[in-house]
Structures are given as C-alpha cells and as structure tokens.
C-alpha cells in the first residue's frame, strides 16, 4: 500500500485550534476555576474583548493572590502548546501579573511570565511552552506578583491551543513501529500483525526528531541513531509513524502514518525484513516528502 495518513493527523495539517481551558471568558460565573490565595472572583462587566466577564484576583495579606483551573486540562507529552489570555493592571498602585504551568494543582512551574504593562488597559498576551516528557495533564494558574495587601491583576479569553502544525513537530519525540503481515485500510485502525520492534532515537525509550526540512523534505536528525531490539521473529511488512503519548488504540484524533517496509522501493526501506527476536534493528535513512501537485 501508499502512505497514508491518519484523520487525526490530516484534520491538525489543515487547520484545529480548539481550547482546552473551560469557560476561559467566564462568561456567567468562575466555574471551572478555583481560589488558592488571595480573593479572586468573576467580575459582570465588559471584560477584554466581550460583555460577558473577566477574572479579578486581589491581594488580601501576605501571599499574592493566586487562582487555577479546576479540573486537569489534558496534553500531550513533549508537545508544544499556545498560550494566550488577556491581562490588565487596574491602576498604577497595582502590579505586574504572572502565569504559571504546573503538573499539579498550585504545583511545580513549567514556564512564569511575569508582566509589567501600563496600567488600566487590556493587553493579549500569548506565549509557548512544551510539556515535559511524561507529562499528560496540566493546571494553569494565574496570580498577582508582589504580597501587598490590595495588589490586583484581571484575566480574561484564557485560551489554551496544541500548537504543533508541522510534521516535524508533531511527530516530535514519537516513534515508529514495525509489524508483520499487510497494513491496515487506515491508520485510524489498531494495528494489524505482530509487533516486531519499536524504533527510538537511543534504541531504548527516546523518542525521534526530524532536522528541518529542505527542498519539501524532512528526514530524520542526522545526529540521532534510530534503532530498537526486535521483541518477536517473523517478516516485517508495515511500519506506523506514531506521535507520543499514542497507546495504538483505534482513534480519529491521533496523528499517524502508516507505509510499507521493504528492502528497496517502499516507504521504508531495510536491509532485511526478516526479524529475528533479540536483534537490533537499525533505520538508517527515513524521508517524508511533500509533493509539488
């Protein structure tokens, strides 16, 4: 068969931007957030580009005001992701706001901004950040930056995007599987045959990259040795390009591409594809080329 693509993988190239943060323009109330320090609240008025509200976070002692999402937002691991929200510094008594990234409920950061705009405006701020190896779930917070006593920051259009679009950085850290027998009809499909061997940028666990592309081609990173020991015998007959985090399941959301594997002329080519168990597998050279028409 050719390559192929998955719907997850087709439907991210042509176009999704879906926020994963809940009622992120507090629209009637502050559900989906809670208070951790300080005194935060849904304000009912004309918030950053909309009537429908915004978030007030107030200083009231020694510990800066400070507010998070409820629920863990789900992400993908080593993924990069957008984050955008409005911020507005009340008055000039007021300060800076910051944004944390953290693992855990008022948890370990992953990236702080810290802001020192002028105040009684709203002003978009968008920044981007990539999860951490193992990380599958996320908690936004938001806060004032000093522990003076009536400090106040306002959020508003909390916004939080998967921003990997290209090829390179979707398959960042993935990693290719090989199996026996013909592909499936899709790559939305499970699997089909016998998983031979997995192949990682360290041969054990790594995931791949790919260098910049060149002349509407991405190949693997030149300094990445891609290989895998084989875990069961048998003829290879397909492979799957799979994004990380992916656990193979049956899906029209996960980005995949599936070919054949061969020893010339196919979209991957070995020098044998007979797999003995034990052995190391070794892909020297891995190409994906975007046609001109």
Partial sequence: ???????????????????????????TDFSGWSQLTGTTARVASTGATSATGYASCVNAGS???????????????NRLYKLTY?????????VAGMVLAGATSGGSEVISVVHNDAAGSWVK?????RTGASQTSLYLSFQ????TTGDTCYFDQISLCDAACSLQEIFYKGFIQIYSGSQPASPDNVPSGTL?????????????????????????????TWSGTAVATATAGWFRLMAAGDDGAATTTEERIDGAVATSGSQLNM??????????????????????Q
Avoid: W
């Fill in 1 to 27: 068969m050719a390559l192929t693509l998955s719907t997850g993988l087709r439907n991210k190239l042509l176009g999704i931007n879906t926020n994963l943060v809940t009622n992120g323009d507090f629209g």
């Fill in 63 to 77: 510990a800066s005001a400070k507010f998070t999402n409820t629920s863990a937002i789900s992400v993908r691991p």
């Fill in 86 to 94: 409005y911020y507005q510094k009340p008055t000039s008594s007021g």
């Fill in 125 to 129: 701020k968008e920044c981007h950040f």
């Fill in 144 to 147: 004032t930056n000093t522990a």
């Fill in 196 to 224: 031979l061997c997995t192949i990682y940028s360290d041969g054990t666990s790594a995931g791949l990259s790919f260098d910049d592309a060149a002349s509407g081609t991405i190949a693997k990173a030149a300094a990445e």
């Fill in 271 to 292: 020098s044998s594809t007979s797999i003995t168990s034990g052995a190391v597998q070794t892909i020297s050279t891995f190409t994906i080329t975007m046609p001109s």
